[in-house]
């Protein structure tokens, strides 16, 4: 390869390669190994708390990390340690804090023998003490240990591009690496497509190329609605719809032929505006010989499909079935289809009763006003107390920012007295005082979390069986009856249901218990039979764990105790689920409602309940449970949030905040709020536009 000549000022040099100009190859920056981030000590925690004395654990490093020594030496050194931190002078302070590491010869007096001798030591102030430990680390507990002291921060040399300065000194059309992957996709586009004039003529054609390329691949991310997403933007920061629809594109950008694509619920996140895109995209994969399945539920995506298969008639152990199958018009016309009336163009969605646009801040109103933060600009906002309110916008709009990243801190902190974030300039909440994020999180972090012991159920049926006289008489309390620390509790795994077989070199296999067929209970539970009123015969507590919500409602309609509880999750729509069921099992829209069960039936004037996506994953019959929820929540009293995209839930709120009009740069406004019908009219938003099609 022969050098090139600069026309500028003679120099020869060979040009980089593609892998010099990697962050993950040769184009990292040195000094934080192209991760773009470093660790430093944060000096906040080295004296949390500085009332206290240095002999009493005021420098944290030498308490944690095994350097009490270190007392003694300061002390040697002319540091009092006998005074609170605070009132040490700035040299006793420097110290402490920067010390150089030299060696000291001092006398240590044990504090448990009370004998004294000389020792020679190096002394590791307190900031050192932390980095030597971090370059230490050889394990995760050894990381837990230092992490606490320390603080990821933007790489000082590369700035957090994660690009060495070599690479970030080559510039093109203007711009560096770095500042061309900082821009949008939407940004990006028309920069890319200015580059080929910039060039001598003799490399145009190579530009022009290779931007087509680049064009035909962010078209993709365009319309799968990601023209928001800057290039540097770390993947592991992406939603999983995000992620989804990035793995899409590049399956389309490979392509394929002769591939079972299996994508579960894509359109989650999605915009009804990029619905069109995704199909787009999805009818590339089948143009190139390729096949796909689609798990999803929203009705756009339904029709469009060459071949459909309906799975039902309820969930848990009542589905399974094949209703219907063919094409979409085959099921639609299916007498026993659950999917059928939304289907239809001319029937499907799902409605409440509305509050009349006139009565809509009879109860008062949320008001916040907000400086910039991210890409949304200042907000002034009011949303409707006692009410159900639908926040909408194209995925990037702003949504989580206003919301959860204000109005439920903002909320908070005013409850609380407390100061306001940052960017938060007023809020307004007169009788609120608690704002509620009912999120898809797992519930629990394992199996021994139930369903019976979330909801309560478990406690008052370890009461009942303790009543008995044959518990009685083997003197079991109730305790005996927990799975978790109860004598009944099977013994081979431990209440868990499962166990846990290390397969050697390979990652360790869960099975359901070989004794207790995952009923958690040993032997001597099934010997100890509860009959309720009416029933024919007596059941075990082993036996009661299998049933699921609705049958055991049938089961103990007679006992008050447990029929409100179980009431309220069947309300719910969780009748399918078995009490014995674990909740970080349960999906995201399961457990949503789940964790309402402790809500329901409360007066909640005084709360916010804020849902993020509750429709993900529902089927539009579903979506009507939910929505009889969120009634049930506004007729108590509570204030109702929910960030959505589902048309027929939007569509059936009482108020509409519509935010937008783009992704990114290009959103971060209100564009319209009103009714659904008022936004439905509204020519400016993009939502509105669907929402007249299901009004």
């Known amino acids: ?55 009493e654990g005021a420098v944290a ?7 009490s020594l270190m007392k003694d030496i300061a002390r040697d050194m002319g540091v009092r340690t006998d005074v609170p931190f605070r009132d040490l002078t700035d040299k006793e302070k420097d110290i402490v804090f920067s010390a150089p590491a030299e060696k000291h010869h001092f006398f240590y007096k044990n504090e448990k023998t009370n004998v004294a001798t000389e020792m020679d030591f190096t002394y590791y102030n307190a900031v050192y003490t932390v980095e030597n430990a971090l370059s230490k680390v050889k394990d995760e507990s050894g990381m837990k240990r230092v992490a606490k002291f320390l603080r990821e921060c933007d790489c000082p040399d590369c700035g957090g591009t994660r690009l060495s300065e070599k690479v970030r000194s080559t510039t093109l059309a203007g711009k560096n690496l770095a500042e061309a992957t900082a821009m949008t996709l939407s940004e990006l586009i028309p920069w890319v497509k200015n580059v080929p004039d910039t060039l001598p003529l003799d490399l145009r054609p190579m530009a022009e190329s290779i931007g087509e390329s680049f064009l035909d691949n962010a078209k993709r991310l365009i319309d799968l609605g990601l023209g928001y997403l800057s290039l540097d933007r770390a993947s592991s920061t992406l939603s999983t719809g995000e992620r989804q629809r990035v793995q ?129 600009h200042p907000l002034s906002v009011r949303i409707p107390k006692g009410r159900l309110t639908a926040v909408t916008g ?36 007169d009788g609120i005082s608690r704002a509620n994020l009912i999120d898809a999180s797992p519930i629990g972090v394992n199996i021994r979390s139930t369903v019976a012991t979330y909801s309560g159920v ?70 100890i039979t509860l009959t309720p009123k009416g029933a024919e015969r007596g059941y075990s507590i082993t036996e009661l764990m299998s049933m699921t919500v609705s049958e055991a409602l049938r089961l103990f309609k007679g006992v008050k105790r447990i029929a409100e509880k179980l009431n309220v999750l069947e309300g719910l729509g969780l009748g399918y689920l078995t009490l014995g069921e674990d909740t970080p099992a349960l999906s995201g829209g399961e457990a949503q409602r789940l964790k309402l069960a402790s809500e329901m039936g409360k007066s909640q004037s005084d709360s916010v309940f804020v849902f993020d996506e509750p429709t993900i994953g529902l089927h539009p019959l579903d979506v009507q449970v939910l929505l009889g929820v969120l009634s049930r929540l506004v007729d108590a009293g509570a204030t109702v949030l929910v960030i959505e995209h589902d048309l027929d839930l939007i569509s059936s709120a009482d108020y509409v905040i519509d935010m937008g009009p783009g992704g990114g740069a290009e959103g971060g406004e209100i564009v319209a709020c009103g009714t659904p019908e008022e936004i ?14 299901v009004l």
């Open 61 to 67: 490093p030498w308490q944690n990390l095994m350097w």
């Open 394 to 429: 194209v995925s990037g709009s702003g949504k989580t920012t206003m919301v959860l990243e204000s109005l439920i801190p903002a909320l908070n902190a005013n409850a609380a007295g407390e100061k306001l974030p940052g960017h938060i300039v007023k809020i307004t909440a």
């Open 458 to 527: 478990l406690d008052e049926l370890r009461k009942m069986y303790a009543s008995l006289d044959s518990a009685k008489a083997m003197k079991l309390g109730a305790g005996a009856f927990s799975y978790n620390t109860g004598s009944l509790r099977c013994p081979t795994c431990d209440g868990t249901g499962q166990i846990s077989l290390d397969v050697q070199f390979l990652p360790d296999v869960t099975i359901t218990c070989p004794d207790c067929r995952g009923g958690r209970y040993g032997d001597a539970a099934w010997e």
């Open 680 to 693: 439905a009219a509204n020519p400016g938003s993009i939502t509105g536009k669907y929402i007249k099609e």
């Open 248 to 376: 899409l594109a590049r399956a389309v950008r490979n392509e394929t032929t002769g591939v079972l694509y299996v994508l579960d619920e894509p359109s989650i996140g999605l915009h009804p505006s990029n619905i069109d895109g995704l199909m787009e995209v999805v009818e590339s994969l089948i143009a190139d010989g390729n096949s796909v399945v689609l798990v999803d539920h929203d009705v756009r995506v339904l029709r469009r499909a060459d071949h459909m298969i309906e799975l039902s008639p309820l969930a848990g152990a009542d589905g399974g079935t094949i209703l219907a199958q063919g094409t979409v018009s085959d099921v639609a016309a299916a007498p026993n289809s659950k999917i059928a009336p939304f289907i239809l163009s001319d029937g499907g969605a799902v409605s409440r009763r509305k509050c009349p646009r006139e009565e809509l801040f009879s109860l008062g109103a949320i008001e916040m006003e907000t400086s910039p933060i991210h890409t949304v």
């Open 1 to 55: 390869m022969l050098p090139t000549r600069c026309p500028e000022c003679g120099v020869e040099f060979y040009g980089p390669g593609a892998e010099a100009m990697a962050f993950n190859s040769d184009g990292a920056c040195p000094t934080c190994s192209g991760t773009g981030v470093v660790r430093e000590v944060d000096m906040s925690t080295i004296v949390p708390d500085d009332s206290l004395t240095i002999d």
